[in-house]
């Protein structure tokens, strides 16, 4: 790995900006957070990624100082922030439903909590200024709330949670309220300001794609836990449970059972009457143990005749063909009734397509083309 | 048409039972008392012609009132007794809603119920029952005796103080239904964003719940000073002969002096003051309802 790339993480000399110490929260006989530790480094774009009620938007509040844990510590810049109240804390969020104040301008939201440190009217205007500059907003320094649009409101409320130069900016579920096309541009967007202010986010979000766009690093939840910690890229090629598999992106999942062939190779013998399948790893399987072969679709190549020299291929027939525009995802329906999903890029006009539905094909990919998982 | 056909009936509405009963009450203030059934001259009649009936007419009532200083007295103290109370209620009402709006979902329509639940029993026998409370030998002065705070009993019944538990009391629930139902409103997570910001709980309190709940105060506000500005049945019962207020004038007038000409001109003139409040009231309710 070259020395530019930004991976705090993997240097144990970082100090990180955020520690959460064994943190547990209840909520009466409820644990929203299950004895939680994790590191959150400076000038990070870090991602709390999970279904809703896996505890992500509690991580948050913890941060903000809204919500207490009920043991644990959370550290920032070093210094335990628990007993800290929300307005003592160098940490400003941007609320999911944007709290913009509807009885004050844009100038005025965007001002509010330079006002609350008492700098002076010089200073205040030069960085609502700036602020507005950054978002794009100068023209509508005058109006109210409701009198802009969706994505405006949403630039507003990032200008609002930046103006005091926070040490970190968490963003609650910050584009769940645009539509589609909106979102991706604001996702990179963000991305350009967070460079430009050099200020950590952290966001929360239960849009996978959106996490694997602007973070730096993902953390994937679910019941109060942190099941994997990691890059996108990490996250997507290498999970290291069927849970992460599953909840990002589309993926194959095969249960079988090891048997061991050589150093860092194992088939898996997963059907009556099919191949076992084989597959490179570098964890230690026990022969005859459970184990879960996840595949990604775009992974499988899918062919009309038997490929030579593939490590894994099996035969099945069209079932379904998920037309995508760009993509076609094929749903392959084996002898022994498994739907196996295969992706192709859409290269040529569909009128040229190779396949359809009830066609017998070929499914093959390569012993590293999936993961092995133990659970 | 059928536009016509559905505004014409509320105006018809309107005109028949406050316009025509209006314009009656302007005429009598324009006539003279006489000793007659109506007490009153000139009866207008189709003989005459109704030139001769409005060249009777005329504005002497409306000096008088500006001659004799008890009528601008009475309004003078109407107006500051009607704006003590709305501060009073503000003050009691507002604690009221906020804690309303802060209580638990499932609290919520039992104290709304509570707010509710005295328009249940007759004004006029809660009133009469404050007079229990209130008097020498009431309930409040017992209670008090018995605590041993005061030695002798207070005089709270026919004095001002009175007036303004009874209309604080009667009109507490027009002030704290509009307050809850703004504060009810009122997002959350804006105070959160204030504190996040930097504000304390009681900045956050100023600077956002305050306006945000701007809209119920001045409604609660109007809905208060209104009526009791032209209050006539609290001051009649509890006020005693000490409290001097327009609504016991204006009764005074119609029944013992049986003077119709001059109370008339009373409640016109009463009319004209509260047009005021009223009007600012309508605008006040047409931009919070452009707001939303």
Same mark, same amino acid.
Not at chain 1, 265 to 283: F, K, N, P
Not at chain 2, 60 to 65: A, R, T
């Given at each position: 790995?070259?020395?530019?790339?930004?991976?705090?993480? !993997?240097?144990?000399?970082?100090?990180?900006?955020?520690?959460?110490?064994?943190?547990?929260?209840?909520?009466?006989?409820?644990?929203?957070?299950?004895?939680?530790?994790?590191?959150?480094?400076?000038r990070?774009?870090?991602?709390?990624?999970?279904?809703?009620?896996?505890? +992500?938007?509690?991580?948050?509040?913890?941060?903000?100082?809204?919500?207490?844990?009920?043991?644990?510590?959370?550290?920032?810049?070093?210094?335990?922030?628990?007993p800290?109240?929300?307005?003592?804390?160098?940490?400003?969020?941007?609320?999911?439903?944007?709290?913009?104040?509807?009885?004050?301008?844009?100038?005025?939201?965007?001002?509010?909590?330079?006002?609350?440190?008492?700098?002076?009217?010089?200073?205040?205007?030069?960085?609502?200024?700036?602020?507005?500059?950054?978002?794009?907003?100068?023209?509508?320094?005058?109006?109210?709330?409701?009198?802009?649009?969706?994505?405006?409101r949403?630039?507003?409320?990032?200008?609002?949670?930046l103006?005091?130069?926070?040490?970190?900016?968490?963003?609650?579920?910050?584009?769940?309220?645009? *539509?589609?096309?909106?979102?991706?541009?604001?996702?990179?967007?963000?991305?350009?300001?967070?460079? +430009?202010?050099?200020?950590?986010?952290?966001?929360?979000?239960?849009?996978?794609?959106?996490?694997?766009?602007?973070?730096?690093?993902?953390?994937?939840?679910?019941?109060? +836990?942190?099941?994997?910690?990691?890059?996108?890229?990490?996250?997507?090629?290498?999970?290291?449970?069927?849970?992460?598999?599953?909840?990002?992106?589309?993926?194959?999942?095969?249960?079988?059972?090891?048997?061991?062939? !050589? !150093?860092?190779?194992?088939?898996?013998?997963?059907?009556?009457?099919?191949?076992?399948?084989?597959?490179?790893t570098s964890? +230690?399987?026990?022969?005859?143990?459970?184990?879960?072969?996840?595949?990604?679709?775009?992974?499988?190549? #899918?062919?009309?005749?038997?490929?030579?020299?593939? *490590?894994?291929?099996?035969?099945?027939?069209?079932?379904?063909?998920?037309?995508?525009?760009?993509?076609?995802?094929?749903?392959?329906?084996?002898?022994?009734?498994?739907?196996?999903?295969?992706?192709t890029?859409?290269?040529?006009? #569909?009128?040229?397509?190779?396949?359809?539905?009830?066609?017998?094909?070929?499914?093959?990919?390569?012993?590293?083309?999936?993961?092995?998982?133990?659970? | 048409?059928?536009?016509?056909?559905?505004?014409?009936?509320?105006?018809?509405?309107?005109?028949? %039972?406050? %316009?025509?009963?209006?314009?009656?009450v302007?005429?009598?203030?324009?006539?003279d008392?006489?000793?007659?059934?109506?007490?009153?001259?000139?009866?207008?009649s189709?003989?005459?012609?109704?030139? $001769?009936?409005?060249?009777?007419?005329?504005?002497?009532?409306?000096?008088?009132?500006?001659q004799?200083?008890?009528?601008?007295?009475?309004?003078?103290?109407?107006?500051?007794?009607?704006? &003590?109370?709305?501060?009073?209620?503000?003050?009691?009402?507002? /604690?009221?809603?906020?804690?309303?709006?802060?209580?638990?979902?499932?609290?919520?329509?039992?104290?709304?119920?509570?707010?509710?639940?005295?328009?249940?029993?007759?004004?006029?026998?809660?009133?009469?029952?404050?007079?229990?409370i209130?008097?020498?030998?009431?309930?409040?002065?017992?209670?008090?005796?018995?605590?041993?705070?005061?030695s002798?009993?207070?005089?709270?019944?026919?004095?001002?103080?009175? &007036?303004?538990?009874?209309? &604080?009391?009667?009109?507490?629930?027009?002030?704290?239904? /509009?307050?809850?139902?703004?504060?009810?409103?009122?997002?959350?997570?804006?105070?959160?964003? $204030?504190?996040?910001?930097?504000?304390?709980?009681?900045?956050?309190?100023?600077?956002?719940?305050?306006?945000?709940?701007?809209?119920?105060?001045?409604?609660?506000?109007?809905?208060?000073?209104?009526?009791?500005?032209?209050?006539?049945?609290? /001051?009649?019962?509890?006020?005693g002969?000490?409290?001097?207020?327009?609504?016991?004038?204006?009764?005074?007038?119609?029944?013992?002096?049986?003077?119709? /000409?001059? $109370?008339?001109?009373?409640?016109?003139?009463?009319?004209?003051?509260?047009?005021?409040?009223?009007?600012?009231?309508?605008?006040?309710?047409?931009?919070?309802?452009?707001?939303?």
């Amino acid at each position: 790995m070259n020395s530019t790339v930004f991976a705090p993480w !993997e240097d144990p000399e970082q100090k990180p900006l955020i520690r959460f110490q064994n943190v547990t929260k209840k909520f009466g006989s409820f644990t929203a957070i299950d004895n939680l530790s994790l590191d959150i480094y400076e000038r990070e774009f870090f991602a709390l990624l999970g279904p809703s009620g896996c505890g +992500k938007t509690t991580m948050m509040r913890m941060l903000a100082g809204f919500e207490n844990p009920s043991s644990g510590q959370i550290e920032l810049s070093g210094r335990n922030i628990v007993p800290v109240p929300p307005n003592k804390r160098a940490v400003n969020m941007m609320f999911q439903s944007y709290a913009l104040f509807p009885h004050l301008t844009i100038w005025e939201n965007i001002a509010f909590g330079l006002k609350r440190e008492g700098k002076d009217k010089e200073t205040i205007a030069t960085r609502v200024h700036e602020m507005l500059r950054l978002t794009r907003l100068e023209r509508f320094a005058k109006r109210k709330p409701h009198q802009i649009s969706g994505g405006q409101r949403q630039r507003v409320a990032l200008a609002r949670s930046l103006a005091k130069a926070p040490t970190l900016l968490l963003l609650d579920e910050p584009l769940g309220a645009l *539509d589609a096309k909106l979102r991706q541009d604001t996702q990179f967007e963000l991305m350009d300001i967070q460079e +430009k202010t050099g200020t950590t986010f952290v966001i929360v979000t239960h849009d996978q794609e959106e996490a694997m766009t602007v973070a730096s690093r993902v953390a994937v939840m679910d019941e109060g +836990k942190l099941m994997q910690v990691a890059t996108p890229d990490r996250i997507y090629e290498t999970p290291n449970s069927v849970y992460v598999a599953d909840f990002i992106g589309d993926v194959n999942i095969i249960e079988g059972r090891s048997r061991f062939l !050589e !150093e860092g190779q194992y088939e898996i013998d997963w059907a009556e009457g099919q191949q076992a399948l084989h597959a490179a790893t570098s964890a +230690k399987f026990d022969n005859g143990q459970t184990c879960y072969m996840a595949i990604r679709p775009e992974k499988i190549t #899918i062919t009309a005749d038997r490929p030579e020299a593939a *490590d894994n291929c099996v035969q099945g027939k069209i079932h379904d063909i998920a037309y995508l525009g760009n993509l076609s995802t094929y749903h392959v329906e084996l002898p022994n009734g498994t739907i196996i999903k295969a992706q192709t890029a859409n290269t040529r006009r #569909i009128a040229r397509r190779s396949f359809t539905w009830e066609d017998q094909v070929w499914l093959s990919w390569t012993a590293t083309a999936g993961v092995m998982l133990a659970r | 048409m059928r536009r016509f056909a559905l505004i014409a009936l509320p105006y018809a509405w309107l005109l028949a %039972l406050f %316009l025509v009963p209006f314009l009656i009450v302007v005429k009598i203030s324009l006539s003279d008392v006489a000793l007659s059934i109506p007490p009153y001259s000139p009866q207008f009649s189709w003989d005459e012609g109704i030139g $001769a009936f409005l060249a009777e007419l005329d504005f002497e009532n409306f000096v008088f009132l500006t001659q004799d200083s008890l009528y601008w007295k009475a309004y003078l103290s109407s107006l500051f007794i009607a704006l &003590v109370s709305t501060v009073l209620t503000l003050m009691i009402g507002y /604690p009221v809603a906020y804690g309303m709006a802060r209580a638990s979902e499932e609290w919520r329509p039992t104290l709304m119920m509570l707010i509710i639940l005295p328009f249940w029993t007759s004004f006029l026998i809660r009133v009469y029952a404050w007079m229990g409370i209130l008097s020498q030998e009431g309930f409040l002065n017992q209670f008090l005796l018995w605590t041993g705070i005061i030695s002798t009993p207070l005089t709270i019944l026919n004095t001002t103080t009175a &007036v303004y538990i009874g209309i &604080v009391y009667t009109y507490l629930p027009f002030m704290v239904l /509009p307050i809850y139902a703004a504060l009810d409103r009122l997002d959350g997570s804006l105070i959160e964003a $204030a504190e996040d910001l930097g504000c304390s709980r009681l900045s956050a309190f100023w600077l956002v719940t305050i306006p945000m709940s701007r809209n119920g105060i001045i409604a609660g506000c109007f809905l208060v000073f209104i009526p009791a500005l032209g209050e006539f049945v609290i /001051p009649s019962l509890l006020g005693g002969s000490g409290t001097l207020m327009i609504g016991k004038v204006l009764w005074e007038e119609f029944f013992s002096n049986r003077d119709w /000409p001059v $109370a008339s001109a009373v409640a016109v003139v009463l009319l004209l003051i509260l047009i005021i409040p009223i009007v600012l009231f309508q605008r006040n309710q047409q931009r919070a309802s452009e707001a939303d």
